[in-house]
Every structure is written in structure tokens, then in C-alpha cells.
């Protein structure tokens, strides 16, 4: 049963940085692409970033373009995604997802495994 956790998330200041983390376990890395969600308060989940099996293909919402990265190291079972010059807007819970397909969509019914989600709280 494959499972994720994610970790990182917490309180910053506009202007700052958080870096999350998803700890995949009871399946092999390699065998899924992953993406970040997020979900803000009153609103519907939303795609944030993805990565194919290998690392070499990575897509992101136009909102986050040039201030998020996301990698993995599939030797370790961990996802990452890291977030610079945080904005308040930023403020949701983040999920980390997991999908079977070899190239997934942005939705996220095209994904199979999610986490139970982390707070990225983002101060003005």
C-alpha cells in the first residue's frame, strides 16, 4: 500500500521560503509520477507542480512559475518542492500526489496516492 507524508510546511513571512518534503513508502519511486496540490480555505484543490518518474520533465501552475521548483530523488522515496519569494496568496495546504499514469494531467482525478497534506501559512 503505497503511502505518502508530507513535511515542511509551517509559518512564513512574504518575501521568504519553505521547502516541503513527501516521503513515498510501500512502493517503489520510480513506478509514479508525482505533483504538488494545494488547497486554500473555502476553495478547491488546485494543481500547483508535477514531475515525471525521472526528474527530467517538471510542469507548473502559471502562478508559481519561477518561484517554486519541484525534484525528486527516487533513491531516497522523497518528492520535493520548494517555494521562494512566498506570497499571502500562497497560504494553503499542500498535498503531495502520486499517479500510476506516465504522464498525468494537472487534475486531480489522474492521481492515484495523496498525503494527508501540510499548512503553508504565508504572513503579509
Known amino acids: 500500500q503505497v503511502q505518502l507524508v508530507e513535511s515542511g510546511g509551517g509559518l512564513a513571512q512574504a518575501g521568504g521560503s519553505l521547502t516541503l518534503s513527501c516521503a513515498v513508502s510501500?512502493?517503489?519511486?520510480?513506478?509514479?509520477?508525482m505533483a504538488w496540490f494545494r488547497q486554500a480555505a473555502g476553495k478547491e484543490r488546485a494543481f500547483v507542480a508535477k514531475i515525471n518518474w525521472s526528474g527530467e520533465t517538471t510542469a507548473f501552475t502559471d502562478s508559481v512559475k519561477g518561484r517554486f521548483n519541484i525534484w525528486r530523488e527516487n533513491a531516497k522515496n522523497t518528492v520535493y518542492l520548494e517555494m521562494q519569494h512566498l506570497m499571502p496568496e500562497d497560504s494553503a495546504v499542500y498535498f503531495c500526489?502520486?499517479?500510476?499514469?506516465?504522464?498525468?494531467?494537472?487534475?486531480?482525478?489522474?492521481?492515484?496516492?495523496w498525503g494527508q497534506g501540510t499548512q503553508v501559512t504565508v504572513a503579509s
Open positions: 510501500g512502493g517503489d519511486l520510480r513506478d509514479y509520477a
Open positions: 500526489a502520486g499517479s500510476d499514469l506516465f504522464v498525468p494531467g494537472n487534475w486531480s482525478s489522474d492521481y492515484d496516492y
